[in-house]
């Protein structure tokens, strides 16, 4: 049973550049949040996708969108960086339908220029 | 919105000693309280949970306690070791869900001297 997984592992980018993360959820979830962790931070919640939708939204600007497919993985683009973007960012599922708790998947970590 | 304040930001034991993490949160509303362990460069980890039917839920050397009516609850770690060095998060989720929107403390670096 796989749990979530995020590509790329590592990224570098330069200032106003666009970036697009990735995640699967775990098999059988049906939910994917996603959070920044900037360094020495807990992780800030920028928002959450269920059945292909936008279900909540944390205090993030426009330049952080989202979308989730039909087999419920699901992308983070942020466009425009800023140095401040540089940061762990977590995808983490879990499931409605089932009410069960949420799991992380291992992060991308994203270095502006 | 939800706000979980987390204490202490450090803390530092000796092996085979005991540690308490607390927290306080705002929306009493919240009804679901996780708590997460990070390793370094690693994923936040899911240790244990509580609800707020619950007073009080222990697994093996961990244990968490939840007080509805001061709105506060805490993390005990018992016969504590050197693995379990790291930093600890705990949460609460708005409107008391399981899997909604998680708001997390300022995080507890916990060090546990051999």
């Known amino acids: 049973d796989a749990g979530v997984t995020q590509s790329p592992t590592h990224l570098i980018k330069t200032r106003g550049q666009q970036v697009t993360l990735r995640c699967s959820p775990k098999s059988g979830h049906d939910t994917v949040s996603w959070y920044q962790q900037a360094l020495g931070q807990g992780p800030q919640f920028i928002f959450q996708y269920y059945e292909e939708e936008e279900r909540q939204r944390g205090n993030f600007p426009d330049r952080f969108s989202g979308h989730q497919f039909p087999n419920y993985s699901s992308e983070l683009n942020v466009n425009a960086l800023l140095l401040g973007d540089s940061a762990l960012y977590l995808c983490?599922?879990?499931?409605?339908?089932?009410?069960?708790?949420?799991?992380f998947g291992p992060g991308t970590r994203l270095l502006v220029l | 919105g939800e706000n979980v304040e987390q204490h202490p930001s450090t803390l530092s034991v000796q092996e085979g000693d005991s540690a308490v993490i607390k927290c306080t949160y705002s929306?009493?509303?919240?009804?679901?309280f996780p708590w997460y362990k990070q390793e370094l460069g690693k994923r936040p980890q899911l240790i244990i949970d509580i609800r707020s039917n619950v007073g009080e839920k222990k697994d093996q050397r961990i244990a968490v306690t939840l007080n509805k009516t001061a709105k506060h609850f805490s993390l005990h770690i018992t016969e504590t070791q050197p693995e379990d060095s790291a930093v600890y998060f705990c949460a609460a989720t708005e409107g008391g869900t399981s899997y909604g929107k998680l708001t997390f403390g300022q995080g507890t670096i916990l060090t546990v001297h051999p």
């Open positions: 983490a599922s879990g499931s409605l339908a089932a009410r069960e708790t949420q799991y």
């Open positions: 929306d009493s509303a919240s009804n679901y």
